[in-house]
């Protein structure tokens, strides 16, 4: 006969089995699902100010965005989504720098809440400085990404359908009296 140890590491076991078996289900039927869902972005106001950084001593430009923003990720929920974390990314060019990304929004969207984005005139939350003087006249491209965060499984990392297009203007803006 089996001690009561030995069959109740038997059930453990078993039960272990099951439930990683269980998992890796969920995990595979949702691999497959398009997470992709088109957003339409606006920029309502832009204008770049030339700060003075207090670390080097050099001024640097800041641009200052307003934004609005739809889309509807109410289908991206399923069973296998906890939570959506949603980012706002501004993309432009530089002669110092091929590539310059900065994320100037995010929210994070858990299951049950609303879902649906509807946004206007909203500020940005994180700050949009350039490591130099090189933000005027640019162009930048705003685009909204998002992860999508499993009950289990692989986190996947959605990228944008479309981006908006703007250019930030030549002349710095003037600080009030």
């Known amino acids: 006969m089996h001690t009561v140890w030995a069959r ?11 439930t990683a078996s269980v998992a890796f289900a969920c995990f595979l039927t949702t691999h497959v699902l398009d997470n992709t869902r088109p ?3 606006g920029v309502d106001k832009a204008i770049v100010k030339n700060l003075k950084d207090f670390y080097v001593d050099q001024k640097k ?4 965005v307003h934004f609005s923003l739809k889309a509807n990720l109410t289908d991206v929920f399923n069973w296998n ?19 310059n990304q900065v994320v100037l929004w995010d ?10 984005l509807n946004l206007r005139k909203q500020s940005t939350k994180y700050y949009f400085f350039d490591d130099g003087s090189n933000l005027r006249g640019r162009e930048v491209k705003l ?17 944008p359908q479309s981006h908006h297009s703007f250019i930030i203007p030549e002349k710095y803006a003037i600080r009030k009296q």
């Open 8 to 18: 109740a590491n038997a059930v453990f076991a078993f039960s272990v089995s099951v």
């Open 39 to 41: 957003a339409t972005i």
């Open 61 to 64: 430009d800041l641009g200052i």
């Open 81 to 99: 989504c906890k939570q959506l974390f949603l980012y706002l990314m501004a993309e432009y060019e530089t002669p110092d720098n091929k590539v």
């Open 107 to 116: 929210k994070i969207i858990r299951r049950g809440e609303n879902a649906v």
């Open 143 to 159: 685009s909204l990404h998002w992860n999508v965060i499993p009950n289990t499984g692989y986190m996947w990392m959605v990228k």
